[in-house]
């Protein structure tokens, strides 16, 4: 694709493009490419890369495939011209070590790039700076930083593995304008509250988790099928909290022919009690893990530590109200989006138990990213202060 023809382009050209413009439009386009392996390169982060010279791409790739080649490999096995004067634009600092592909510094300075341009640096202890380093040592013009705000935003679940070694969790409500997530009277209320524009917007997100978590309440009481249906993409894993194991085994998530990962989290105490219900949710391909209970409770960083190990890199916590509490007592929230239809409920479910009580003043509060309007909802995304 030749970049310089893009009305964008023409129009920073006539302003006397700076450099760094030119640079965010590229970076723009690693991050257009890393986007495509969205859902399926977790817990490996998302990466793109394009080789530039005068203001022509000459050659792009992205990390397709957890596993595959990385990103820069992609994008240079497809040049095979000379690299006199061009830019390799990319938004993680290259890799330095061996992993299931050697490492792509090597392959940078084989092929004799002069210049590279990088939005972030890895934190991955095997690179953290030591890719910049090697690079800059042997003779590459490297620029760091570029969209840097962006980069670290489209990674977010990588950075967080990489700090705590624990999935990235995303709690989404939806409620009424008085805050409740189910009306009292269940019978006569409609199978969603928010409007169908609202409901896409949660499968889209759904196919970009690498699993959805529920409680057993919700498996129990609304029986949902918790995949993506109203876009394309892949469906989650599903993880379903159920300390006191009240599951039936005969709900929708345990068809029988289960084609995903569904994961059902449960105390041992609860579990040494239903044995041949744990055999028979195993035989149908339930992976079954077993936790230590405290107050009949599972505790939270144990769970989540567990579900990263099984390479769960990423969460979308869909409910209910226990659930949403548990996730908020354990100050465990890293972002959330609470899509309010224009509804009033009277009594109801609230999002969140009563039973607990936060100071105002505490630590644990969130700040507003962004404020949108979704059909006739109002959707408020907010993320960890
Ligand atoms: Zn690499």
Avoid: W
């Amino acid at each position: 694709m030749d970049v310089s023809s893009c009305p964008l382009f023409l129009l920073l050209d006539r302003r006397r493009v700076t450099s760094n413009s030119v640079h965010e439009i590229f970076m723009r386009e690693c991050f257009k490419l890393a986007r495509r392996g969205t859902g399926f390169v977790s817990p490996n982060p998302m990466v793109g890369c394009v080789l530039v010279r005068g203001g022509k791409i000459l050659a792009s790739g992205y990390h397709r495939r957890f596993g595959n080649a990385h990103a820069e490999v992609e994008c240079l096995r497809t040049y095979r011209g000379n690299t006199h004067g061009t830019t390799l634009y990319v938004n993680l600092e290259p890799c330095v070590h061996q992993g299931k592909t050697p490492p792509c510094v090597d392959l940078i300075l084989q092929r004799g790039i002069p210049n590279v341009v990088i939005a972030t640096r890895d934190v991955n202890p095997l690179v953290a700076g030591k890719g910049i380093s090697r690079l800059r040592t042997a003779g590459v013009d490297v620029k760091v930083g570029v969209l840097e705000r962006e980069a670290r935003e489209l990674n977010r679940f990588f950075f967080k593995h990489m700090r705590t070694r624990m999935p990235y969790v995303h709690v989404k409500i939806a409620q009424t304008l008085d805050g409740k997530i189910a009306p009292a009277r269940k019978r006569s209320a409609p199978r969603y509250l928010t409007s169908p524009d609202s409901l896409k917007l949660v499968h889209i997100s759904r196919a970009e988790y690498d699993a959805v978590l529920v409680g057993a309440g919700t498996i129990i009481e609304d029986d949902p099928q918790l995949n993506v249906r109203l876009v394309k993409g892949r469906d989650p894993a599903v993880i379903i909290l159920d300390g006191r194991l009240r599951v039936s085994g005969k709900e929708k998530t345990f068809a029988a022919k289960i084609q995903r990962q569904v994961i059902l989290c449960t105390t041992a105490k609860a579990a040494s009690a239903h044995r041949r219900k744990v055999e028979s949710l195993r035989q149908k391909g339930v992976r079954v893990l077993e936790f230590a209970s405290r107050n009949s409770r599972i505790d939270l960083t144990t769970m989540l530590s567990s579900l990263y190990d099984l390479r769960i890199g990423s969460v979308l916590v869909e409910g209910g109200r226990d659930v949403f509490t548990q996730f908020a007592e354990a100050r465990m929230i890293d972002e959330m989006s609470i899509f309010v239809a224009p509804k009033v409920c009277g009594s109801g479910t609230p999002a969140f138990s009563d039973g607990v009580s936060f100071e105002l003043g505490e630590a644990f509060g969130f700040k507003t990213t962004a404020v949108q309007k979704i059909g006739d909802d109002t959707l408020i995304h907010f993320s960890k202060a």
